[in-house]
Each structure stands twice: as C-alpha cells, then as structure tokens.
C-alpha cells in the first residue's frame, strides 16, 4: 500500500475512543456512594427484627474531631448516662471497629453475589503494523453481556452476549461487524462435586454475612452493658471522693473538740494526738480517692473518644436515681432463663448454624468420592457479516456440541483426605457446640447467682449503713460521758466509711448484674440512641 496509511489516524481513534471511554466512568465518590447503598441493603436483608431495631450500624468515613463530638455534650458540661452510652456508640473506636468488620463482609458478599450476576465487559485494541513496503493499522472493540447461573443440583450454566467491531485503516479502509451467542451448561449426572461447590460458595459468603449481624448484635449488648458499667464506676470513684471528705470534717470537728477538752485538762494529750494522726489519714484518703477519681474519669473519656483533658463530669443524678429504683430479685426461675439463653443467645445460634455448614460440607466431601461426570453442551452463534442486530443471529448455522465429561476414580488420595478431614472436622464442630451450649448454660447459672447475691447483699448493706451511722452518734454522746474512748469513735467512724463504700459498691454491683443477665439470656435489646431495654 506504499506507505499511504498515516498512524495520526489510529492516534485519532485511540483518543477519541479512550476519551469516550473516561466521560462514562463513575467517579470515585460515586463508587463508594454505590457499594454503601450494596452493602447496606445487605446488612438490612440480613437483620432479623428479633435481633433489635436497625441502628448505629453505618461506617464514618473520617475520624471524629473533638469539636464534632462535643456537639453532644450538654452546655452544663454534664453528661447523662443517655448522653455518654449515645456517644459510645456514635464514636467509640472500638465500637467503629465491629461498625467497619460488620461492613467489609457485606462489601465481600457482593462481590461473590457479583459473579452470579449479569456483567458488562469491553475491549478495546489498536495495533499499528510496519511490514516491508506496507503500512496498516486496526482499531477494534468488543462489548457485551454475560451471565452465569448455578442451582442447589449442581447445574451451572453461562450465556454471553457480544459484538465485535474491527476497522481496517489502509488505502482501503472497510470495517467488519458481527454479533456473538455463546452458551454452555453442565448438568451432573454422577458425583457432581464442582456445581454443589459453585452453589456451596455462595451459601456460605450468605450465611457467613447472618453470621456476622448476629455477632454485631451480640457485641451491641455487651457494649452498652460496659458502658453503663464504666459511666456507675466512675460515679462510684466520685461518691467515695465525697465519703472520704465527709468523714474527714466529721473527725476535724472531733478534733477541735478534743483539743479544747485537752486544753481545760478534761482529756490527755494523747487522745489529741491520736485523733490528729487519724486526721492526717482522712486527708490522705481524700488525696488517694481524688486521684482514683480522676484517673476514673480520664479513662472514661477514652473510651468515649474524647481527649483525656475534655472538661467534663458525670451527673450524680443517675446514681440517686439508681438508689431510689431499688433492688428485685429476678423475675424467671433459673430454668426459665437457661431456656430462653438456648433460644435468643446470637453466639450459639452462630454455632448451631455452622454445624449445618460442617455437615454441608461432609456431603460434599462424600460426592467428591466415586466417579465424577457430567453432561455437557454448549452453543455459539454468529450474526451475517456486518450485522450487529440480535434478531439476525443464524441459529440455523450455529455450531452445537453436546457430550459427557468424566473423571475416573483412580487416584483418589485427595478426595480420601478431603472426605476424612471432612470426618473430622465434624466430630470437631459437635464438641464445639457442646461446649458452647454448656458455657451458655454456665454463663446463665452464674448470672443468675450474681443477681440473685447482688441483691441480698444491697439489702445487708443498707442496713449496715444505718447500724454504722447509729453506731457514730452512739459513740459520741458515750465519749461526751466519758464512757467511751477515742479509739471507740474513730472504730466507729471507719466502719461508717466502710459501710457507706459496701453499700454504694452492692448498688452497682447489682446494676452489673442485672444488665448482665438480661444480655446472657438474649433479652437484652439495644435501642436506636444506645440505651437498653428488656425485649421479654
């Protein structure tokens, strides 16, 4: 052709179609809009209304500032146990963490939910050729559609749809155009081993996700427990703060009282000094407790994203408001509870459900055995030469092939290994679920115990303030009559500093408790703001 192809033509279609190409592609927010709308339809098919209202489950796709958080925080800088369990949960790390694990395995899914689906696909190709006394060039392109489907029997199949365009750039340039049918399935007719896998695959990646909600669910309730847990320990820290200075103006006043009583020789000077060396221990307290009490808080604070430093403090309000609810002894039988921990426990429906997918997967190791053979046919056809309409496909002249596939048993060294792992790891999973449905029941027996001794022992002390309290006042007036000592009241005055700690300590003991049994029988369900609720 004598050098009269010029190669700025196939510059021309490369550009012009590359160009084209990058105007329809989706930009980078566009994707990640598009695999958050996929993967939580995913996480919202796979909720179960049992498992509590769908809340708090969306990723951030940037770290909280201070600023944002403090959004949340009251003027009054105070913060209700609302406001702290709905700020763990909108931006605790820890609770981002299981946020992120629950939505990279909805974002997996659909990957494998992708290859069951219709795909789009296309090429393109410019080549430019340099022979001897002649130039020449190509610009190609195809494009079409493919779909595979599987069934439970192990049938798979594939369809694809396609067009294939080539143009020639020469002295004498002309352009080929054509439409493809391509089909193919494979039916089992013996053993069957690569459709059940191709469909087992999917099962799996679809309950693996249920999986994973279950366990999201399950950490939602161990996590609110903990939170509350943590916002009463720090209000504890604070209350023996306040215990530790009462008791210190109570002896300071004993003190004073001494002191002149020495002073008018009514008492020695020891019992002075005796007094003051416990008021030299009071203030030490106060120092210890104030320092507990900080680092309490600071800690608290982490574990709620905020910086150590934030200036906050809890509101003392919930803990008068927990004295004033009162204690009750749990409302099932212990028997009752183990029931329902055997029905609404999310873990052990975990493991119940992942003994089915060992015994799926003996099945499969067993077919695997044996002769494997499938029938096969597929099918092409082509569109005349320069046609591209579907309708014009000559399925007269389409090339057909049907025929059987087998594989022989002659060496079955893998198949028999596969089969006896398979062997056991069933005898695994069913010691594992044993175990798991005995440490349920154990998990029960001592949550039930707990409730049951956090409550007696609230009822002891509560009394055992009131006898201490009585017994200081009682003290006192015997060491006005000189019938007592100094050491009698300062006796007196640490069992009432003892008292007052027991009881605020059974208060919250049986706080703990309680939550932690309503969440170790499953009843324990996580409302949209973070705060709880027995479902049962």
């Not at 009583?261 to 203030?283: F, S, Y």
């Not at 906050?312 to 039988?333: K, M, Q, R």
């Not at 099918?379 to 309708?391: I, R």
């Not at 014009?392 to 596939?405: D, R």
């Amino acid at each position: 052709m004598n050098n009269k192809f010029q190669p700025v033509s196939l510059v021309f279609f490369t550009i012009l179609f590359v160009a084209g190409l990058i105007g329809g592609c989706k930009s980078p927010a566009e994707l990640v809009n598009e695999a958050d709308s996929d993967s939580y339809a995913i996480i919202e098919e796979k909720w179960d209304p049992n498992f509590g209202e769908m809340a708090n489950y969306k990723i951030r796709d940037s770290v909280a500032t201070y600023e944002e958080i403090s959004e949340m925080i009251p003027p009054s800088g105070i913060l209700t146990l609302q406001n702290a369990v709905e700020i763990a949960t909108e931006y605790s790390r820890a609770y981002q963490s299981q946020k992120e694990s629950l939505y990279t395995s909805a974002l997996s899914l659909t990957s494998t939910r992708h290859q069951y689906e219709s795909q789009l696909f296309g090429t393109f190709d410019a080549q430019y050729r340099n022979p001897p006394g002649d130039d020449s060039g190509t610009v190609s392109s195809s494009g079409g559609i493919d779909k595979a489907f599987v069934t439970a029997g192990g049938v798979i199949a594939n369809i694809g749809l396609s067009v294939d365009w080539t143009r020639f750039l020469t002295d004498d340039p002309y352009t080929t155009l054509g439409s493809i049918l391509n089909a193919s399935i494979t039916a089992p007719l013996l053993g069957n081993v690569a459709g059940i896998q191709a469909w087992e695959s999917l099962t799996q990646a679809e309950r693996n996700m249920l999986y994973q909600v279950r366990n999201f669910n399950r950490y939602r309730q161990t996590f609110v427990v903990s939170i509350i847990n943590e916002y009463y320990r720090v209000l504890q820290a604070e209350e023996r703060l306040k215990i530790a200075r009462a008791s210190y103006e109570r002896q300071l006043r004993t003190v004073e009282r001494t002191q002149m009583e020495v002073d008018v020789k009514q008492r020695p000077q020891a019992d002075a000094d005796r007094i003051r060396q416990d008021l030299l221990n009071a203030e030490n307290s106060i120092i210890s407790n104030e320092q507990s009490y900080k680092q309490t808080l600071d800690s608290f604070k982490v574990t709620l994203s905020l910086p150590a430093d934030a200036n906050i403090t809890l509101d003392p309000n919930e803990l008068l408001a927990l004295e004033e609810l009162g204690v009750s002894e749990p409302e099932y039988s212990l028997d009752e509870a183990i029931e329902m921990a055997m029905n609404l426990r999310l873990d052990l429906a975990n493991t119940k459900d992942r003994l089915d997918d060992t015994r799926r997967s003996l099945v499969l190791a067993e077919k695997g055995i044996g002769v494997q053979m499938d029938l096969r046919a597929s099918s092409n056809v082509t569109s005349p030469s320069g046609e591209t309409d579907f309708d014009e496909l000559q399925f007269h002249n389409g090339t057909y092939t049907v025929g059987v596939g087998a594989d022989l048993p002659f060496d079955q060294v893998s198949e028999r290994n596969n089969y006896r792992r398979a062997l056991i790891s069933m005898q695994q999973s069913l010691r594992s679920y044993d175990e798991d449905l005995e440490r349920v029941k154990l998990d029960v027996r001592q949550a039930y115990r707990n409730l049951v001794e956090s409550t007696q022992s609230y009822e002891i002390q509560k009394i055992g303030v009131k006898l201490a309290e009585r017994r200081v006042d009682e003290q006192k007036i015997r060491l006005e009559l000189s019938l007592a000592t100094i050491i009698d009241l300062q006796d007196s005055e640490d069992a009432l500093v003892t008292a007052q700690n027991n009881y605020m300590n059974a208060i919250i003991n049986y706080l703990n408790a309680k939550l932690s049994f309503y969440r170790d029988i499953g009843t324990l369900e996580v409302k949209p703001d973070g705060m709880w609720e027995q479902s049962r």
